[in-house]
């Protein structure tokens, strides 16, 4: 009987809602947000979070779209790598490539939708499951630090603090994956008009489509915006 009703205290807990924080704290955590995504200097650091939304995208479509997943790997200057096996050309190779710069953004749309019905703990859950799954494939010392660290404090402050820190918390994280989704495709953008980033991802969808790349960045651009867009609206009740 005991365990039946600690059984159904966790499902409420997971799966139930949360009262809606101040609106001066949604707006606050915005703010901390863009204070880390806009001063290069910690960005350098923060982008860390980014690249493993961005890697976490192309291997969760690789094995949606049929293709084997090898590995991951995620590197001190904040570029990754995903590695997945199958047919080098199609959809399912498209659509994996396109993953990853539009997975930021619509991860934090995605979040923006779980805060504004009231699941702040399902989405720390969430996020501290994919992290967990994600770690299974990664390949390196520094990526798999990267995940262990990312992962441990939302699985802490999930289980450990108060409903208002979790609150802070995850509109924090929705908040920046929001923001911080929007800067890498300019940071692309701008690699590639100085002659850099040969290889990019817009590079290899153009070609495997023959659409140049610069519609790709267009699509990253568009994706990103208004996700941020949308999510942010969603995060401020509007």
Same mark, same amino acid.
């Given at each position: ?14 799966? @139930?809602?949360?009262? &809606? ?6 707006? &606050?955590?915005?703010?901390? &947000? ?65 993953? @990853? ?9 995605? @979040? ?30 520094? @990526? ?9 404090? !939302? ?14 918390? &995850? ?48 699509? !990253? ?18």
């Amino acid at each position: 009987m005991a365990s039946t009703q600690s059984a159904a205290d966790l499902w409420d807990r997971v799966f @139930g809602s949360q009262p &809606a924080p101040d609106e001066w704290l949604v707006i &606050a955590t915005g703010l901390v &947000a863009l204070a880390v995504v806009v001063p290069h200097p910690i960005w350098r650091l923060s982008r860390n979070a980014v690249t493993i939304a961005h890697e976490g995208g192309h291997g969760l479509v690789a094995l949606l779209t049929g293709r084997r997943l090898d590995g991951i790997r995620l590197h001190s200057d904040t570029s990754g790598l995903t590695v997945s096996a199958g047919k080098p050309t199609g959809l399912g190779m498209i659509l994996t490539a396109a993953a @990853g710069y539009t997975a930021p953004p619509l991860l934090g749309l995605g @979040g923006a939708w779980l805060l504004a019905a009231h699941h702040i703990t399902l989405l720390l859950w969430l996020a501290t499951a994919l992290l967990i799954a994600m770690l299974v494939m990664i390949r390196n010392a520094y @990526g798999a630090l990267t995940v262990i660290v990312t992962g441990a404090a !939302f699985l802490l402050v999930s289980w450990l603090t108060e409903p208002g820190v979790q609150a802070a918390f &995850a509109y924090a994280a929705v908040w920046f994956l929001l923001l911080g989704g929007v800067r890498p495709a300019f940071e692309l953008q701008s690699k590639r008009r100085h002659g850099g980033a040969p290889d990019s991802d817009a590079d290899q969808l153009s070609r495997l489509t023959h659409v140049p790349p610069a519609m790709w960045l267009f699509l !990253f651009h568009a994706v990103s915006l208004c996700s941020l867009i949308g999510g942010g609206r969603w995060l401020l009740g509007l």
